[in-house]
């Protein structure tokens, strides 16, 4: 079974553009969380997608949004870039969101803006 | 506000040693405890996890945690370290029997092994 796909793996962007980021979860899998890693903060929720709808969203600036498709597929985007928004982009996915699903993550956008 | 807090940034250690990551949380409610492992160029795997039942459980490649409820902590343990467990260990939570939940993580221990 194929784990969670993330393109692309690297992206270098300068302050003020925007950017997408995708995600492909694990076949079956419905629920889609995409994580901010930094060094300072860790890892922070950013959002959570099911069936094309947002249930859960983290402390981020509205610059930072998403969309799931129909086929449980994601993408984020942050817009007007700034140069805190360097990072390390995780996607998770699990089959239904639950708390008691274990979430299985993806190699990671490394986002560097400049 | 559901917090994390694991008590040592990085761990140094000899093979053969044993391994105690100390991780701590704050939540109101029901929850789920995890463990995630992050090798070297590698994506977060799951280490082992806790939803109930028995408050010490087994995960993958020795290790292993236990719940205490009423200390809110989740330490993991391995016996004996090997060289391949040198990686970054993160702790986590996430509500109980709630849909969309978030999970929040501990800001993680580095731990080195010498071989």
């Known amino acids: 079974k194929a784990g969670v796909t993330q393109t692309p793996r690297y992206l270098i962007k300068t302050r003020g553009q925007q950017v997408t980021l995708s995600c492909s979860p694990i076949?079956?899998?419905?629920?889609v969380s995409w994580y901010q890693q930094t060094p300072g903060q860790g890892l922070q929720f950013l959002f959570e997608?099911?069936?094309?709808?947002?249930?859960n969203k983290g402390n981020f600036p509205g610059r930072f949004s998403g969309r799931q498709f129909s086929n449980s597929r994601s993408e984020m985007n942050v817009s007007t870039l700034e140069l805190g928004d360097s990072a390390l982009y995780l996607c998770?996915?699990?089959?239904?969101?639950?708390?008691?699903?274990?979430?299985?993550f993806g190699d990671g956008t490394r986002l560097s803006i400049l | 506000a559901q917090s994390v807090s694991q008590h040592n940034h990085h761990v140094i250690l000899s093979e053969a040693a044993s391994l105690e990551l100390g991780c701590n949380y704050s939540?109101?409610?029901?929850?789920?405890l995890f463990w995630y492992v992050q090798y070297p160029g590698q994506h977060l795997q799951l280490l082992l996890k806790?939803?109930?039942?028995?408050?010490l459980v087994k995960g993958i490649k020795g290790f292993e945690a236990e719940f205490i409820k009423s200390k809110f902590s989740f330490n993991l343990r391995k016996p004996s370290v090997q060289w391949s467990d040198t990686a970054e260990y993160f702790c986590?939570?996430?509500?109980?029997?709630?849909?969309?939940?978030?999970?929040?993580f501990g800001k993680g221990t580095t731990l080195s092994v010498s071989s």
């Open positions: 998770a996915s699990s089959p239904d969101g639950l708390g008691n699903q274990p979430q299985h």
């Open positions: 986590a939570v996430t509500a109980a029997n709630q849909a969309g939940t978030a999970l929040i």
């Open positions: 939540y109101g409610g029901t929850v789920n």
């Open positions: 076949s079956g899998h419905r629920s």
């Open positions: 806790y939803f109930s039942g028995d408050p």
């Open positions: 997608y099911f069936s094309e709808t947002q249930r």
